[in-house]
């Protein structure tokens, strides 16, 4: 089983507030349709979740009653987001269900607790996918707080074991430097503890959850299990099925010392 995010640049336009991206949802879904693997797919929140949480403070938790509208709004509008994503699964052929992780799960002082696992494990045993995403979780300490869809993918990647944990994203993988500034930025193909520390950590876009460095250190935790983590760029046509068929292609691993 393959575990996959389709990341919130690929599938939202991120400057601008709740635009969804139908056409590269939909080309993306096809791709592991086609490529017959077995796949759970989460996905992040884009412009439908980081411009009110970043406007309102909201991944710091409870300071002010006059968060709470922005907490129900962005609840409100991942949803929505939930809801198209599922909408292309459902056209491509693929039976899929959206479970909000506000509405599911809570958080501890910043960290997902799946409680109870079977919900999940039972639509996959009749064929269903459940699809997470970045949402407003409740946390026992902050008061909410927001749980990402990489945090989402680690959960899941502990309970179900995939064989790789795939990063769909808008760049090719990991770079020395940020290759939209620096002409001279190459890719790192193979990431391990030691290279990070060579990497700049200025990769980073408007985002409450962090950049691309800040992601690939969580893909290097993840791989510690013994799964290969991949970053890949979603935004070349036919990237991901070749990646779900096992073809080479140019992306970067996350392979941490097991
Ligand atoms: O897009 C963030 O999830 P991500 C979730 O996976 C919200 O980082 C609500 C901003």
């Known amino acids: 089983m393959m575990l996959i995010k389709l990341g919130g640049s690929v599938i939202t336009d991120k400057s601008q507030y709740r635009r969804f991206d ?64 599922v909408a292309e699964l459902l056209e491509a052929g693929i039976p899929a269900v959206s479970v909000p992780p506000g509405s599911c799960f809570v958080m501890d002082d910043g960290k997902l607790v799946i409680g109870d696992e079977e919900p999940i494990r039972s639509l996959l045993k009749i064929g269903i996918m459940p699809v997470l995403f970045g949402d407003v979780v409740m946390d026992r300490k902050k008061g909410f707080g927001i749980c990402s869809g990489d945090q989402a993918m680690e959960a899941l990647a502990k309970m179900l074991k995939p064989e790789k944990a795939v990063f769909v994203s808008d760049i090719d993988g990991l770079f020395t430097a940020d290759p939209k500034k620096d002409p001279d930025a190459k890719l790192i193909p193979e990431v391990t503890e030691e290279a990070m520390e060579r990497v700049s950590i200025e990769q980073s876009v408007d985002d409450v959850t962090g950049g691309v460095a800040g992601k690939m250190k969580e893909m290097l935790d993840m791989s510690k299990n013994g799964m290969d983590c991949v970053l890949i760029n979603g935004s070349v046509p036919g990237n991901l099925q070749s990646l779900l068929e096992g073809k080479e292609i140019r992306c970067t691993v996350a392979r941490a010392q097991r």
């Open 22 to 85: 139908k056409e590269a949802v939909s080309r993306l879904c096809r791709e592991i349709a086609r490529s017959g693997r077995q796949t759970v797919v989460v996905h992040g929140a884009g412009s439908f979740g980081h411009i009110l949480a970043k406007r309102h403070s909201i991944q710091n938790g409870y300071s002010s009653k006059e968060q709470i509208p922005a907490v129900a709004m962005i609840q409100h509008d991942v949803r929505e987001l939930s809801s198209m994503v």
